[in-house]
């Protein structure tokens, strides 16, 4: 119902910056949340960053100070940029999206994944 597709991921030295963005299209009545996360091999996924519609952002406090998550609600979108990339910020990063969804006589909420975009922090 919901498909997200993810741009921006790439391969960066040591100390330099991507944007990563994440565009939600479909069924949607209202994203609640939308956000980034990510995993690296052999690592379970964790939480980079989140943020709630017209709440403020949550950052894992490994990125703090260096990335920043900003949403663009009349596109359904969300970026990430990355600056002071380092090599242990190396994984795939996954788009989620919290989406709310309205059918007759209910409204329910769902969450949705991207394919995810491969980002390398390598001298």
């Known amino acids: 119902q919901v498909q997200l597709v993810e741009s921006g991921g790439g391969l960066v030295q040591p100390g330099g910056s991507l944007r990563l963005s994440c565009a939600a299209s479909g069924s949607i009545f209202r994203i609640n949340a939308m956000g980034w996360y990510r995993q690296a091999p052999g690592k379970e996924r964790e939480l980079v960053a989140t943020v709630a519609s017209g709440g403020s952002p949550n950052y894992a406090d490994s990125v703090k100070g260096r990335f920043t998550i900003s949403r663009d609600n009349a596109k359904n979108t969300v970026y990430l940029q990355m600056n002071s990339l380092k090599p242990e910020d190396t994984a795939v990063y996954y788009c989620?999206?919290?989406?709310?969804?309205?059918?007759?006589?209910?409204?329910?909420?769902?969450?949705?994944w991207g394919q995810g975009t491969q980002v390398a922090v390598s001298s």
């Open positions: 989620h999206a919290d989406v709310r969804h309205y059918e007759p006589g209910r409204f329910y909420s769902a969450d949705y």
